[in-house]
């Protein structure tokens, strides 16, 4: 099988280089080339002929194909369906702020965790993604659209922890001043709650932001909604993020997705309120999208406020995380299951 050069470090091409007997500095040029977006090594102008045609012997370039691409006319913000080197597809959404530009990215084709009001989770894990895979979500999608991206969202199809080493490994890429160079204060990774790869992350001392998708204050509803729980509950989870709060000193985000009639009443609130008491937490409501498979319904947006009071009037800070994409399927998952149907019926 021949390397896959894009996911290797600096130190690690420079190795490599080594071994084949060239010169290190040949992998800082190759390492600029493929952090540039370069899709072979022919476009490599400053290496010779004869290195050119080795490298593309021995090694691959990965490069997605758009299989989709939606823009929204309410916001600009662009969904990206990717079609990787082994036909599975992958979604990013590039969304648009005052603060830059976000995108939020996939680390896995599929997902194993189950949650009823997601749609990444409805076909089960089929792999998960190679950190070229998920560099390329980046990198790509900036070159599509034109537009440069400030901040990076690790929220899209998948569980990141569920694919922890790659994970690490991306997050060592795009931070590179040889390459992407976006600091970690400005990339998010979002958990269910994996409470043993939360204590591993915590080892790592990183300095990004970790956002846990709470969406219940109790272990009933958790767990009615979340099947982690069950192997992590509420309480577990909890003290795990205190845990890596007190040891990074970087503010935990908790995702609360506003579920009608489930988790969205003033107890619900008032619960959550006191289960996070005294904790350097931050609470991002997001109203829920719809997702066709699943009977579960977004609250209306007088019950998003007044629980996001709710929260604000016993000390803790609340959002309300402004809704993009809505025309364009910017739900997790929606877009990709469109395309695994269709390309099931062509295949039949």
């Not at 082994?86 to 949650?115: A, F, K, P, T, W």
């Not at 269910?192 to 846990?212: F, M, Y």
């Not at 272990?219 to 909604?225: A, K, L």
């Amino acid at each position: 099988m021949k390397t896959d050069i894009k996911s290797l470090t600096l130190q690690e091409m420079q190795q490599l280089f080594k071994d084949m007997g060239e010169p290190a500095f040949r992998a800082k040029q190759v390492f600029t080339w493929l952090h540039r977006g370069a899709k072979s090594f022919d476009e490599m102008t400053n290496l010779s002929k004869s290195l050119r045609e080795k490298l593309t012997e021995t090694c691959e370039i990965t490069v997605p194909q758009v299989e989709r691409k939606q823009v929204s006319q309410k916001d600009g913000t662009i969904k990206y369906l990717w079609r990787l080197s082994d036909g599975n597809c992958v979604e990013s959404v590039l969304m648009r702020y005052h603060h830059g530009n976000s995108v939020c990215i996939s680390s896995q084709v599929g997902c194993r965790m189950g949650c009823a009001f997601c749609a990444s989770t409805l076909g089960g894990l089929v792999r998960s993604l190679r950190p070229s895979e998920m560099l390329d979500q980046v990198l790509f999608t900036s070159l599509d659209s034109g537009e440069p991206i400030s901040n990076i969202v690790l929220m899209g199809i998948g569980e990141p922890l569920d694919n922890f080493d790659t994970v690490l490994r991306f997050l060592e890429l795009v931070n590179s001043p040889d390459g992407m160079n976006i600091g970690m204060r400005h990339i998010s990774l979002s958990t269910c709650g994996l409470v043993p790869k939360i204590a591993e992350l915590e080892q790592h001392n990183l300095q990004l932001t970790l956002s846990v998708s709470l969406h219940a204050p109790n272990d009933e509803v958790r767990s009615s909604i979340m099947p982690v729980n069950r192997s992590y509950n509420v309480d577990t989870l909890l003290e795990a993020c205190r845990h890596y709060f007190a040891s990074t000193g970087r503010r935990i985000s908790f995702e609360y997705a506003m579920i009608r009639d489930v988790n969205d009443s003033e107890r619900d609130a008032l619960e959550l309120a006191h289960k996070l008491r005294g904790m350097a937490a931050h609470v991002n409501l997001i109203p829920l999208n719809n997702v066709e498979e699943s009977p579960l319904k977004p609250s209306t947006r007088k019950q998003v406020e007044q629980f996001q009071k709710t929260l604000q009037s016993k000390g803790v800070t609340a959002t309300v995380r402004r809704s993009l994409g809505g025309d364009i399927d910017a739900s997790c998952g929606q877009l990709r299951r469109k395309q695994v149907l269709e390309d099931a019926s062509k295949e039949g």
